[in-house]
């Protein structure tokens, strides 16, 4: 993952970056957790701006920090970054669930992947996170304007499937509607939808709101040939903020 990480690193200072609306000081997010030993990964469409900002929009710092920044690696620019930069960059992402994890978020993933005897957490885990971008925006995704969209996917769209080719990852469990429609944009992909009962949502009046599931399996990413077909499920949809 270092020389992916690099990468990322490097296009950082690229003025097609800057027009993106990506946080330009917060370090790209490959992976949460380790990816080396994860046999499952949650999949969601690019890093909050939560794991850099605290609720009034200002820079996590100190025991607070949760990844590398600028300022915490000691960098003006990125195009300033060396070996050590990019190591520091990767154990923070390897490290992240033993340091101080977004536990609004991940603790209710942890709960929705407890069923394939997997987690974020423990010297043990089996899970990581993944998303279809690496890269943390100011805005939520579906804020950015389509020309952003698509400037990140064109930029990094191809990360997720060489993460995953080199990876021991069978399962990938998709975290809501929007991540699917993106992802069968870059793999092509048809899922099965499934109607779960336990799934209904109640309204004042009428039937309640029906809850689907959809499953499939992806073997290209964005071009990029995984080796193997790899099994997508995707739960109850819910949003990241």
Not at 27 to 43: E, H, I, K, R
Not at 97 to 116: C, E, K, M, Q, V
Request: net charge positive; proline share 4%.
């Amino acid at each position: 993952m270092v020389e992916m990480l690099s990468r990322l690193i490097k296009r950082m200072d690229s003025p097609a970056v800057e027009a993106t609306d990506v946080i330009p000081w917060s370090c790209p997010v490959p992976a949460f957790g380790d990816l080396s030993t994860s046999f499952v990964a949650t999949l969601g469409l690019n890093p909050s701006n939560r794991e850099f900002v605290d609720e009034a929009g200002n820079e996590l710092e100190g025991a607070s920090r949760r990844l590398h920044t600028l300022k915490s690696l000691g960098l003006t620019r990125w195009s300033d970054a060396d070996a050590g930069h990019v190591e520091l960059v990767e154990e923070g992402c390897r490290r992240y669930f033993s340091r101080n994890p977004y536990n609004d978020w991940f603790r209710s993933l942890d709960l929705l992947i407890a069923g394939t005897r997997a987690s974020y957490y423990g010297m043990f885990a089996g899970a990581c996170h993944l998303d279809l971008i690496p890269y943390a925006t100011r805005r939520k995704w579906t804020d950015l304007t389509t020309r952003q969209r698509s400037a990140l996917l064109a930029m990094a769209g191809d990360t997720l499937g060489s993460l995953l080719r080199d990876s021991p990852i069978r399962l990938i469990i998709v975290n809501g509607r929007t991540v699917i429609e993106n992802l069968r944009g870059v793999s092509s992909t048809g899922f099965e939808r499934v109607a779960m009962g336990g799934w209904i949502l109640p309204r004042r009046a009428g039937s309640g709101v029906a809850g689907f599931a959809y499953r499939g399996a992806v073997r290209r990413l964005a071009g990029v040939d995984l080796g193997r077909n790899i099994l997508e499920s995707v739960p109850k949809g819910g949003s990241r903020t």
